[in-house]
């Protein structure tokens, strides 16, 4: 999982990193040899995680985040510059999902829980990214990381557009940051064993899932991989790309 320390010397933020997938994706960019700092609404699960891997050796710095907020994001990107000197790598990694099931269709669910859906999965992803691409700048290199979903493309309601929305988000960002060496590619997860994803489903919704999905339910670290690549060297000619990792639920001609 660990990828060798092919990010030694790398610094890298991950948002949403206090659980969940978040947490796995900052325990294997630590593990790969990156510095990462662990940005998270709930300060109190990112210093859990983040002592987990300081305690393994990793250096980590947790920070209070709100990605909704501009200057909540820009005081994470200053404290990753402030603790290690650099931002390389940004994993935007935070939303609501599990927040919004049972808030109705797109119809009847509140305008309020609409536009905070918006404003985690889709402004956040942008605040993030606008935060840390001055410091990339400085060194003409960069990573950018979107966590999309296979969601986006099927009828998903209001989780499933802000989720096409970052790849569209990745698309425009890709070519407007390349010319300072900046990659931005996504992630588009299937369904995950998450607390927040897979595990809380109904059981009519997994036996539905394993009956039409390949390889239907998929673990945070199988995620991992394709992390790592698209944040090391290896991929440095990938650039506005949405990797499925899914387990063949997402096939596309």
Request: glycine share 12%; with cysteine; hydrophobic share 50%.
């Amino acid at each position: 999982m660990s990828g060798g320390l092919a990010l030694e010397g790398k610094v890298a933020i991950v948002t949403g990193a206090g659980g969940g997938i978040g947490r796995t994706y900052a325990r294997g960019l630590a593990e790969a040899g990156a510095a990462v700092v662990l940005a998270d609404i709930d300060l109190e699960h990112a210093e859990e995680a983040a002592k987990e891997l300081a305690e393994a050796g990793h250096r980590v710095l947790a920070v209070c985040t709100d990605v909704s907020d501009e200057a909540s994001a820009n005081a994470m990107a200053a404290a990753a510059r402030d603790a290690f000197g650099s931002v390389d790598i940004l994993v935007n990694n935070a939303a609501l999902m599990a927040e919004i099931v049972g808030q109705g269709t797109l119809i009847t669910m509140s305008l309020d829980m609409w536009s905070r859906t918006l404003a985690v999965n889709l402004t956040g992803t942008l605040l993030c990214a606008r935060a840390v691409v001055p410091h990339m700048k400085e060194r003409g290199y960069g990573k950018i990381v979107n966590q999309s979903s296979g969601g986006a493309f099927m009828a998903a309601n209001a989780y499933g557009i802000t989720k096409l929305g970052v790849v569209s988000m990745t698309l425009s960002l890709a070519r407007e940051l390349a010319p300072f060496g900046i990659r931005v590619n996504a992630i588009a997860p299937g369904y995950v064993n998450t607390e927040a994803g897979a595990v809380a489903a109904p059981p009519a919704l997994r036996a539905m899932v394993e009956k039409s999905i390949p390889f239907p339910f998929g673990d945070p670290e199988d995620l991992v991989p394709g992390l790592l690549y698209l944040v090391g060297p290896g991929s440095d000619w990938v650039t506005g790309h949405t990797l499925n990792i899914d387990g063949g639920w997402i096939q596309r001609t």
